[in-house]
């Protein structure tokens, strides 16, 4: 008995044995799949990457070594005829987190350089250590490094464009308005040349930092931003508010806004948009969705992506002869009275 027992378990061991055999190992499987995807250059949500574009990615636009002071650029492989037109994407976060390389600000450069444009997406220096304006200082170095290479990289100096979401909403409506008479270019390099766009798309725009609903001081990252030991709170809130610099020859601006925004309360794109037209800027467009939150440029993404495009196609990409300065000079701009 005890050996035809022994022989049973005997055959049954041998049995599982060879059914594992046959079952496929998942780590091996997952290991395959993930070696895969590094094999295959993943930039956006485009994929693959376009092979007639060209990807050049962390250019230090200022000397140092700081991940925030370097840049992303995607073109088309081809060298057109005449120089094109440029987009500069600047991520939000806050003024305390985000990064060039995530969500839109990854993705938006591949698709608008695959339309023809030069794009870069830029890092800046964040609030929790360097507060305003560093941060303004950064992407103007940016957009002047842009200009200084136009040349190398085949872009029109006057046909420059940006888009920005929340914070970088409020960097990029600075980067059409503030000029170099306002002493916020920074101690960056490419001092010669101008940091202002020739057209803005914003989203979720923070604008007017003195009449912050609930006030400033209640809100963290604001607090954060405009911290500084050499100006006071009240001044610098000033200063930093795009809504400040707005005039006649501000440059064709776009504007998403959720009235339902809990981050950034409608009131701060209602009243830019009415300081933008008041002070008789021509063209001024403002997009205001009734249920839409902070993510009202995505969410809606059916209508802003292609309002955006259709934007940019306009002013930069097909502009009209007026909106390019003749003599290569670009416009001066005064603060607004406080």
């Known amino acids: 008995m005890m050996p035809r027992f022994v022989s049973r378990i005997l055959i049954g061991l041998f049995l599982l044995g060879f059914v594992t055999y046959l079952i496929p190992e998942p780590q091996n499987s997952s290991a395959e799949n993930q070696q895969t995807k590094k094999e295959t250059p993943i930039l956006s949500n485009i994929t693959p990457l376009p092979k007639d574009l060209k990807v050049v990615e962390d250019i230090e636009y200022r000397p ?18 005449t120089p094109r037109p440029a987009i500069i994407f600047v991520h939000g976060g806050g003024w305390s987190s985000g990064d060039k390389a995530r969500g839109i600000f990854r993705s938006g450069p591949v698709e608008y350089a695959s339309l023809g444009y030069v794009c870069i997406s830029v890092n800046y220096r964040l609030a929790d250590e360097d507060p305003f304006p560093a941060c303004l200082h950064d ?70 930092f003195v009449n912050w609903p609930g006030g400033i001081r209640n809100k963290r990252t604001l607090f954060m931003l405009l ?17 400040s610099y707005v005039n006649k020859q501000a440059p064709p601006f776009l504007v998403f806004q959720g009235a339902g925004d809990r981050t950034v309360d ?73």
């Open 64 to 81: 140092g070594n700081r991940r925030a002071w370097k840049l992303d650029l995607v073109m088309p492989r081809e060298r057109s005829e």
């Open 139 to 208: 992407v103007k170095c940016a957009v002047r490094w842009l200009r200084a290479h136009a040349d190398k990289y085949n872009v029109d100096p006057n046909r420059i464009g940006g888009y920005g979401n929340s914070a970088g909403a409020h960097l990029v409506s600075l980067l059409g308005l503030v000029d170099e008479e306002q002493k916020l270019e920074g101690d960056g390099p490419w001092q010669d040349q101008s940091s202002l766009l020739n057209a803005v798309c914003v989203s979720a725009v923070p604008a007017d």
């Open 227 to 243: 911290h500084s030991n050499d100006t006071g709170l009240e001044e610098l809130a000033i200063i930093a508010s795009p809504i």
């Open 266 to 338: 409608v009131s701060q794109a209602d009243s830019f948009v009415a300081a933008l037209k008041a002070a008789g800027a021509a063209d001024i467009t403002y997009h205001r969705y009734p249920e839409a939150n902070h993510d009202v440029f995505t969410r809606n993404r059916r209508e802003t992506y292609p309002e955006m495009e259709a934007f940019f196609e306009r002013v930069l990409m097909n502009p009209p002869a007026k909106t390019k300065p003749a003599d290569g000079t670009y416009r001066s701009t005064t603060p607004a009275a406080s």
